[in-house]
DNA sequence: AAGCGGGGTTCCCTTACGGAACCTCGGGTG
DNA sequence: CACCCGAGGTTCCGTAAGGGAACCCCGCTT
């Protein structure tokens, strides 16, 4: 589909993947570790991962002379990392409750708590969803 | 599970539900023209289309004094618009290949093609994966 | 009265998931 | 040397979810 949210969603949209990553980011990068966090099924989370590394958003690195293993995020990974901001930005704003957001984000450039805000790449304004018209690109095909 | 990413996966986590949720922002809002532009079984659309009605991401509006309904975003919804823009923009990024993006995005308030670009909400200085440090929110239970 | 078209339901079949057990490969321990 | 351990999977089976096609309902239109 010429959808760059449908191939998207081909490499990061099966169940589980995003909150793979999640743990990845956050520092949770070991089979063992991974599976018992999420709960999911060891099948599944071979499947998940191996599908993660073929598409080049996670690499599997020894961390022993023992066949021990740690996922981390490539330069194409870290940048999916940003959709995660957006999606607990979203969870944070409409379905946190009273209690509050369980994550705060703590900016290093100003060291403050923040949170992701899409902006414009070309002039820096906000950009919503009512902020744009789509038009046909090149690969539109 | 005390976290935003896995709350806000379950209401727009589900196989399909995305893409449901782009061909109502792209304009396509009635239930024969998604599942036709989707290829999605009817079963399964209604299943989706209800849980995102019941979730109030998306609303059922009549159009006609037939039982005829169109599904429009919720402000809940217009909001997670945002998500998709941010998946849109890694598709371009990495899986468009030579054809370039499918579509492009024109920002309303300078006219010009752009892309979400995510940005601190407190300085509005980048704000990717690495510019943060994650802390245990009111929320952390 | 017959037909049409939107918006679903129902049925059946196949695929995918969860759970638990099993396997493997190095490295310690007695 | 024999044994056990623990990380990282793999295999097997039963249940749950998805796809396809057919069917249904209801309010027009002719």
Redesign the pocket.
Known sequence: MACSIARTLDVIG???SPLILRDVWAGVR????IQADL??????L??R?NHLVEQGVLE?LP?D??????YHLTAKGTELVEMLMVMARWGDRWLAGEAGPPILYRHHACGQIGHVDPRCSHCGEPMHAGDVDLLPGPGSG
């Open positions: 099966e169940p589980w070991r089979f063992d570790h709960g999911i099924s060891r099948k599944v071979t499947e991962l599997r961390y002379a023992r066949p021990r293993y740690e």
